[in-house]
């Protein structure tokens, strides 16, 4: 199918309003009232780098990227606009494999209150899919960035972890005994993970003072965390809220769950700080935007990420040596 | 090199600041200062496909990513804001080519007033490049769209067209008896063609009723014209001012040389329609922005592409049927 051909064949699809949308696809570019502060963020999938097609459907390609630019944006506590699409086709890709793929990224754009409103397709080396969100915010006081950690603030992360990275070693082929519904939720949490949107801005709203979504697993956000706001962030593993079935892939992998749940990547939780007194209130809101909070550790003067033991004592893992100050 | 690294390492080297800009890299997304409309477009090169490392530098194709965006936000008569940059390196890409081809993008950046404020550097099969470049208004009404040309419009076209694709034929290996200089024009217009931002705001103020740039050649950027505008758009071949060299390169080429102007992609320059009393107005607001204007047609009840050789005549070219009403 031509180019221009399958380009309109995306338009037609994508006939979701944006409420900021005064021009979108067919024009040289789209168009929206702005106003605020905007907030964009960039995420890029390849093939056989953050998916494979053998265990990804086309669908589960777009939802993805869609969600983990639009988690960014749930991370700022700002409100998801407009998404641009880049969609890099290898020979003798379908159009109907192009179409599932922008089938599910509406999808998830229409339950997130986003409109995918331009975007560029051409022929590559293989499938990449790389998406820029604008997020839109009232002013800058009503974003969280990463550095607004203060010493003394507790660190909460929302839901449960390690389930993204489950699913991924179970698609790998792990063999674990999980009950159907189990597996299929682990799996879903890998293929399908969900942008908290509503948790990020009701974070926002009742106080954390630093934010990040977890994309590269808790260690690792925590670690910019602690360096973005100039300080140490200690996390207690024995408090992770690991996702259930954690546990039974962790040893079927002959690995630490609460290791795994640390470390795993793409769970697209919120990772946050927020002074003691905010407790409540950040709890309430989370629980008012349908997410727990589990409360793993917190902010100090220093530098660096401190994983502790249950009984308080350092702890290192392998390969995250140099996230300590 | 770990990718955090060369993150950080394209995150040093970008250190423009953009006159909107609240927080640049190193967030979970990038915050300006918005207001009026934000403008926004995507343009992806992919190696293999929009060019090769045999004949372009890393430079060359950071800047011609950004170039071809630019040039989107140029033809709406809009101010550029700020660059997002998706960059998939393959695998065994060294941190030398990787910063050489942001500095490419970078130094135009600084040429156009852009700020490079975000994007995601990541693995993948091959080079791809997407770049969305978001540019501003302080209304849509300083906008150009596609679809505002009326019957009797007259039809412009800036500077000097076929230069790019006599760039990419020389580079393909054609011979033919040029200058030096000459010849390393083409090849310039082909590897680092120039977004032109003065002429397409000049344009807009001037009372252009559409605009589109010439990404795709002017017989099909026209026909894009006509179907946005619905009406029906001719062309003049022998009123297209061509780039020095193109009748050399046409004829070395055994090809006709208005046909190569007509039909030559990426010279981004500006297509445009007006109102005949507006000439003179259009013609000196182009000059002051350092653009040559000809007129090359115009707009007419109707539809679609309408090719017309010195005598006045219908003309045809082989591929471009599909473009008449």
């Not at 590559?124 to 839109?136: D, K, M, N």
């Not at 489950?166 to 597996?183: F, I, K, Q, V, Y």
């Amino acid at each position: 199918m031509p180019e221009l051909e399958l380009i309109a064949a995306i338009e037609a699809a994508l006939r979701r309003p944006g409420k900021r949308v005064l021009t979108g696809p067919g024009d040289d570019a789209a168009v929206v009232r702005a106003g605020g502060v905007a907030v964009t963020s960039v995420d890029t999938l390849a093939e056989g780098v953050h998916f494979t097609l053998a265990t990804h459907s086309h669908a589960d390609v777009g939802h993805k990227a869609l969600a983990a630019a639009l988690s960014d944006i749930a991370a700022m506590g700002a409100e998801p606009g407009e998404a641009y699409v880049a969609l890099v086709l290898p020979p003798g890709a379908s159009e109907q494999a192009a179409l599932e793929l922008v089938a599910g990224m509406d999808e998830l754009a229409g339950e997130a209150g986003c409109a995918i409103v331009g975007g560029d397709v051409t022929g590559g080396p293989g499938l990449v899919v790389s998406v820029t969100v604008t997020g839109w915010a009232d002013s800058e006081e009503q974003l969280v960035y990463r550095s607004g950690a203060r010493p003394g603030d507790l660190l909460g992360a929302t839901g449960a972890l390690g389930g993204s990275e489950c699913g991924r070693l179970l698609l790998d082929g792990l063999e674990a005994e999980l009950a159907p519904d189990r597996r299929d939720e682990l799996l879903a949490r890998h293929r399908r993970p969900v942008p908290l949107i509503a948790a990020g801005k009701a974070l926002a709203g009742a106080g954390a003072t630093a934010m990040i979504d977890v994309s590269d697993g808790v260690a690792t956000d925590a670690a910019h965390l602690a360096e973005r706001s100039e300080l140490e962030v200690s996390v207690r593993m024995a408090d992770l809220a690991l996702a259930p079935g954690v546990d039974v892939v962790a040893a079927a992998a002959g690995r630490d769950a609460a290791e795994l749940g640390a470390t795993g990547g793409e769970d697209y939780e919120l990772l946050f700080t927020a002074a003691p007194g905010s407790r409540p209130t950040i709890e309430e809101a989370a629980a008012g935007a349908g997410a727990s909070v589990a409360w793993i550790g917190e902010a100090a003067s220093g530098s660096g990420l401190r994983l502790l033991d249950a009984a308080g004592q350092p702890v290192t893992l392998r390969g995250y040596e140099h996230l300590a100050g």
